[in-house]
């Protein structure tokens, strides 16, 4: 009877879960890009790749993780501070879509590693350049 009980407990937290993160993807998925990121550490290696939804709010680039159950965004970039450092190919096991580009940014202290696809590549670049007049953004464009 116990073991029984155990088990309903357990399947129904996990239809709960499993339904909450199916809300989470369909609600970011409206108006979303698909976009992989990594932190760089403080001794140069890099973290590991995650999958995520990014969404343009203002001056703010944010990322959701997809398998996340946070409301809110897991990591925000500010435009005003962003600086793009650099720009390669992925390499060579590096999991990412055909046409995708890896963009090494810098936010303040922070630099991230974000690979895009050819087109959130070109919405983004726009977002970055389309900053009202008067307003520093620290844009540089990796040469």
């Keep these: 009877m116990i073991a029984e009980l ?9 239809l709960v879960v499993g339904l909450l993160l199916l809300r989470r993807i369909r609600i970011l998925r409206r108006g979303g ?6 932190e760089a550490r403080a001794t140069g290696d890099l973290g590991g790749w995650r999958s995520g939804l990014a969404r343009y709010r203002g001056d703010e680039f944010r990322w959701y993780r997809i398998s996340g159950l946070r409301s809110g965004p897991n990591v925000v970039l500010d435009r005003t501070r962003l600086e793009i450092v650099d720009r390669r190919a992925p390499l060579p096991g590096e999991m990412h879509p055909a046409n995708s580009s890896v963009l090494s940014c810098r936010d303040g202290g922070t630099t991230w590693e974000l690979a895009i696809g050819a087109d959130a ?6 977002w970055l350049e389309s ?4 307003r520093s953004t620290g844009y540089r464009q990796a040469s």
């Excluded at 155990?6 to 996990?14: E, R, T, W």
């Excluded at 890009?33 to 990594?38: E, G, K, T, Y």
Aim: charged content about 10%; proline content about 8%; cysteine-free.
């Design 131 to 134: 900053i009202p007049p008067g």
């Design 6 to 14: 155990a088990v309903i407990v357990v399947l129904a937290v996990l």
């Design 33 to 38: 890009v698909d976009v992989a990121l990594r």
């Design 121 to 126: 590549l070109t919405g983004f670049s726009s």
